[in-house]
Nanobody, 116 residues
Framework: QVQLVESGGGLVQPGGSLRLSCAAS????????MRWYRQAPGKEREFLEG????????????YYSDSVQGQFTISRNNAKDTLYLQMNSLKPEDTAVYYC?????WGQGTQVTVSS
């Protein structure tokens, strides 16, 4: 089955950290440019970060939104077909549903709530 499944969300206090995971199945994960997005209540879905993977050179190219550069870090493990998002110094405004994306394929999202 072709799918993306996010996990790792939850409730965290301001200043805390979370690591989100996105498990891919049913397609050749290593060949896809992967992205993280988020959508806060009442707002449009926002691009956060993207990570390509060059299978030939084993080099990755990373693209960040200005809003999270230096705070969030995207990574991938092609051997495990998994995408990650390390989120540090979380703020209440980071509260949103976080989604991973591969082309036209979206996961179901994982809720992140930053609150004291």
């Amino acid at each position: 089955q072709v799918q993306l499944v996010e996990s790792g969300g939850g409730l965290v206090q301001p200043g805390g950290s979370l690591r989100l995971s996105c498990a891919a199945s049913g397609f050749t994960f290593s060949r896809y440019y992967m992205r993280w997005y988020r959508q806060a209540p009442g707002k449009e879905r926002e691009f956060l970060e993207g990570l390509s993977s060059d299978e030939i050179t084993n080099a990755d190219s990373t693209y960040y939104s200005d809003s999270v550069q230096g705070q969030f870090t995207i990574s991938r493990n092609n051997a495990k077909d998994t995408l990650y998002l390390q989120m540090n110094s979380l703020k209440p405004e980071d509260t949103a549903v976080y989604y991973c994306n591969a082309g036209a394929l979206w996961g179901q999202g994982t809720q992140v709530t930053v609150s004291s």
